[in-house]
């Protein structure tokens, strides 16, 4: 079984351009966890979707970050106008069905953004 | 709110030693309770939880955490040191109710020497 793939695992962009980051959640998974881990730091929490919802989106900034997980498709992280602050390596998991807390979420490679 | 403290950045072990990463806890309620690992340029990759029960949690790659309600402690253990276990461990608590989001420590860098 294919785990959580995100892509692309590297991405270079410049001030005020746009990233769109995705990520497939793990066969038969249909919550989607999106975390931003800064150097030499922990995750944090940005958003939680379910299948064409956002469920919880407390950790997004106000402005330039939105996500969505449409019914057919990966789900995807876009940052409008980007930052050199938004340099940071974004981490995707996915959890099946029900999305109990005592069971894990699995975890993609991630993709490290770069803006120049 | 829920918090999870790593009080060490980094923890040296010679292979072969037994090791122990650190992780305190702070909850309302009873904690649901993670170990991961992540290995550079990786994702995390999850290592044992603790739910409830026995306090002694066994995982993957010979790794062991002990829950202590108490001390509100959940150590990560390994009687015997691999210098490929060289990597960096994240303690989480995920919230009961709710999103079930996860509340990351900051991460223990741990280097086996040979």
């Known amino acids: 079984n294919a785990g959580v793939m995100q892509n692309p695992r590297h991405l270079v962009r410049r001030r005020g351009q746009e990233a769109r980051l995705k990520c497939s959640p793990m066969?038969?998974?249909?919550?989607v966890y999106w975390y931003r881990q800064l150097p030499e730091e922990g995750l944090k929490f940005m958003v939680y979707?379910?299948?064409?919802?956002?469920?919880?989106e407390s950790g997004m900034p106000k402005e330039r970050f939105s996500a969505e997980f449409p019914k057919e498709g990966p789900s995807i992280l876009r940052i409008q106008q980007v930052v050199r602050g938004d340099s940071a390596a974004y981490f995707c998991?996915?959890?099946?069905?029900?999305?109990?807390?005592?069971?894990?979420?699995?975890f993609g490679d991630g993709t490290r953004l770069s803006i120049l | 709110a829920q918090s999870v403290a790593q009080p060490e950045d980094q923890v040296n072990v010679a292979e072969g030693n037994p090791l122990t990463v650190k992780c305190t806890y702070s909850?309302?309620?009873?904690?649901?309770l993670f170990w991961y690992v992540q290995y550079p340029n990786r994702g995390l990759q999850f290592l044992l939880k603790?739910?409830?029960?026995?306090?002694l949690v066994k995982g993957s790659y010979g790794f062991e955490a002990e829950f202590n309600k108490s001390q509100t402690s959940f150590h990560l253990k390994k009687p015997s040191a691999l210098v490929s276990d060289s990597a960096l461990y994240f303690c989480?608590?995920?919230?009961?109710?709710?999103?079930?989001?996860?509340?990351f420590g900051t991460g223990t860098r741990l280097k086996v020497l040979a």
């Open positions: 998991a996915s959890s099946p069905d029900g999305g109990a807390a005592n069971q894990p979420q699995h």
């Open positions: 066969k038969g998974h249909s919550h």
């Open positions: 979707l379910q299948k064409e919802n956002i469920i919880d």
């Open positions: 909850v309302s309620g009873n904690p649901y």
């Open positions: 603790y739910i409830t029960g026995d306090n």
């Open positions: 989480a608590v995920r919230a009961i109710a709710g999103t079930y989001k996860y509340i």
